[in-house]
């Protein structure tokens, strides 16, 4: 009888922006349309994927801040509370090391400082962990539109950007900065 091979899965990781969680949880009428699209992301990402987070606590603080602590019953909330639990698993998760400096992370891509100036600084967090990862893993990103206009800049830096759904928040982003084809420089 001959002994099966056991395949083992290579998890790949991954940023994960806390805009998927909020959405995931279906309590906003505005991402209602992607909620569900947003579970299933996350649920593939506890079971397929390590998620990346930073050494100084920001992005798993920032998940506990903006996500309603009442219920905590909502998919968004499941993977918060799943991912604080294992935290310190490296099969699930792994910390990546950022400095602060004074206009992010000392591991934030080497841009211009006008390039700087226009990505939220609550953003540059999920942009240092994916810079500074050996792997340059994406950033899954569900409801800011802003990220349709830097991904190109971004993937100059060897950094993607996962859109759950890039076709339900391009109109999002149109209606903030007009046509994606239109602008001069799409982000950078």
Known sequence: MRARKKTVRIREPIVVDTNVLI??????????????????????????NIVCTDSLGLILGEYGRKLPSLSRSGFGDMFYLWLAKHRF??????????????????????????????????????????????????????TDSKWIGWKDGLAMAGITIDFVDEAFLRPYYEKKMGPVDLRENNGF
């Not at 959405?23 to 649920?43: S, V």
């Not at 400082?113 to 569900?142: C, G, M, T």
Request: charged fraction near 25%; proline fraction near 9%.
């Open 89 to 142: 698993n490296a099969k699930h998760c792994q910390a990546v090391e950022l400095t602060p400096n004074e206009s992010g992370f000392e591991q934030f891509p080497d841009v211009t400082e006008d390039i700087v100036s226009i990505i939220d600084p609550s953003d540059r967090k999920f942009i240092a962990v994916a810079y500074a990862h050996p792997k340059k893993p994406p950033i899954l990103q569900a």
């Open 23 to 48: 959405a995931a949880n279906g309590t906003d009428a505005e991402w209602k349309p992607i909620a569900a699209n947003c579970a299933d992301r996350l649920q593939a990402v506890m079971k397929d």
